[in-house]
C-alpha cells in the first residue's frame, strides 16, 4: 500500500500511490488510513491522481475513512480520475464529498 502522508501548515496530504483501490486491498487501505486520520487535527487532502479504478469496496472505503475523521474536519478528494468519478457520481456521493482539481504547486509544501 503506497501513502504518502505530508503535514502542511493548513492541512494533511495524503497521496495514493495504488492505482486501483478495490475489493483486493480496500479493507487493508481503509485501516491504513484510518490509523492516520484518526489523529489528524487539521482537514484531510486526500490526492486520488494515481487511482484509475475504484469499485464499490474502494468507495466504502474512503466513506469509512470519512467517518473516522473529526466532524469538524473536512475530507477533500483531489485530482478524481473520470474513472473514479464516475463512481462517486453514479452513486451520488460526488454530492456528498468534496472534490477538486489536481493541488497546485502553491498548496504543497516546499
Not at 492505482?19 to 486491498?25: L, Q
Request: charged share 25%; glycine share 2%; proline share 5%.
Amino acid at each position: 500500500m503506497q501513502l504518502v502522508v505530508e503535514d502542511t501548515e493548513s492541512h494533511l496530504l495524503i497521496t495514493v500511490g495504488e492505482t486501483r483501490i478495490d475489493a483486493a486491498i480496500a479493507t487493508q487501505f481503509k485501516d491504513r488510513l484510518r490509523a492516520i486520520v484518526t489523529k489528524a487535527t487539521k482537514p484531510v487532502h486526500l490526492d486520488l491522481h494515481h487511482v484509475d479504478f475504484m469499485d464499490s469496496s474502494g468507495l466504502g472505503a474512503v466513506i469509512a475513512v470519512r467517518k473516522a475523521l473529526a466532524e469538524r474536519l473536512p475530507l477533500v478528494l483531489h485530482a478524481v480520475t473520470p474513472n473514479v468519478e464516475r463512481v462517486f457520481r453514479l452513486t451520488r456521493m460526488d454530492s456528498v464529498f468534496d472534490i477538486r482539481p489536481a493541488i497546485s504547486q502553491e498548496e504543497t509544501p516546499q
